[in-house]
């Protein structure tokens, strides 16, 4: 079977299966399993496969058909133009992090921490950005340390990075220039409510603190302040209707000049605020 084929074949199966962009989805697919950029498959349209490399073909195209995301097939996601290890243990990095990431970078800063890391998605891309900074990044999950840890080698960011396990920031010591943080903000309710794509292949901890979704905003906020420096920044990602509700919580510890940042859907996504 030539490539042309294949994708045309798989294309159907997937828009069979439901899956929302059957096109995009059988190239991402292939591409990886050729080994090629995906953007050069059309280079292969008329190469012949091996039929090992069709039978792995169909075996990725089955699981995205279970709603396994494209990137958790494939192993990595592309977060601000460089790709990031990710498996069944962290968060599979969202588009609208970006966004925090930006925000993070227009500020001046030396040495950063971030809470609850991940893939290491946010703390890698800052440091790659940011050559002169430094970054301690912890998680509660000892398995999303190591694969922060294999990105950050992979990005040539480790010896500027620490990884640390700690529940948000009981172990942490010293002050900081800024401090950043995606936690888990989504309510019990909403969880719920999430489809297969996400429940089934994202941590539970990762995406939920359970009750009203606000439980990691109260306990990064309320212990933030003493671990920041005079005039210290810190910025969160937020779910799009809890600004309210985390700009009480941050004037409530004592924070000021906070500001609500809007993502490329114009939807309320971070918000930042200063240490007096
Ligand atoms: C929304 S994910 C963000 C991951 C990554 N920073 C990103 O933006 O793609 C939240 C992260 O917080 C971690 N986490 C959850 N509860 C925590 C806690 N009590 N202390 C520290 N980290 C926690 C999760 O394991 C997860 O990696």
Redesign the pocket.
């Known amino acids: 079977m030539i490539v042309r084929a294949l994708v045309l074949a798989s294309q159907g199966k997937l828009r069979d299966c439901g899956i929302e962009n059957p096109t995009r989805d059988a190239r991402l697919l292939l591409a990886n399993c050729l080994g090629v950029e995906v953007h050069k498959l059309n280079l292969l349209d008329d190469s012949f496969l091996s039929k090992d490399e069709i039978s792995k073909f169909w075996r990725m195209v089955d699981e995205r058909c279970k709603r396994k995301p494209v990137s958790k097939i494939i192993g990595y996601r592309a977060?601000w133009g460089r790709n990031f290890e990710v498996n069944e243990n962290?968060?599979?990095?969202?588009g609208d992090?970006e966004t925090?990431v930006e925000v993070v970078l227009e500020n001046k800063f030396k040495t950063m921490l971030?809470?609850?890391?991940?893939?290491?998605?946010?703390?890698i891309t800052v440091l790659a950005e940011r050559i002169d900074a430094t970054c301690v990044a912890?998680?509660?999950?000892e398995l999303?340390l190591e694969t922060a840890a294999r990105n950050s080698k992979i990005h040539g960011v480790q010896n500027r990075l620490t990884l640390m396990q700690?529940?948000?920031l009981s172990k942490i010591s010293g002050r900081f220039d800024i401090i950043v943080?995606?936690?888990?903000?989504i309510s019990a309710k909403e969880y719920n409510e999430l489809g297969n794509e996400v429940i089934d292949y994202d941590?539970k901890?990762?995406?939920t603190?359970g009750g009203d979704g606000l439980d990691?905003y109260r306990?990064i906020i309320s212990n933030a302040k003493e671990k920041l420096i005079k005039n210290g920044q810190i910025v969160l990602?937020i779910g799009y209707s809890q600004a309210e509700p985390v700009k009480t919580l941050l004037a409530g510890a004592g924070f000021s000049k906070i500001k609500v940042h809007k993502d490329l859907g114009s939807r309320d996504r971070v918000l930042s605020a200063e240490a007096a």
């Open positions: 977060f962290v968060l599979d990095p969202r992090t925090l971030e809470l609850g890391t991940g893939s290491g998605a946010i703390a912890t998680d509660i999950s999303a700690s529940d948000w943080s995606n936690p888990p903000y941590p901890i990762s995406l603190p990691s306990q990602e």
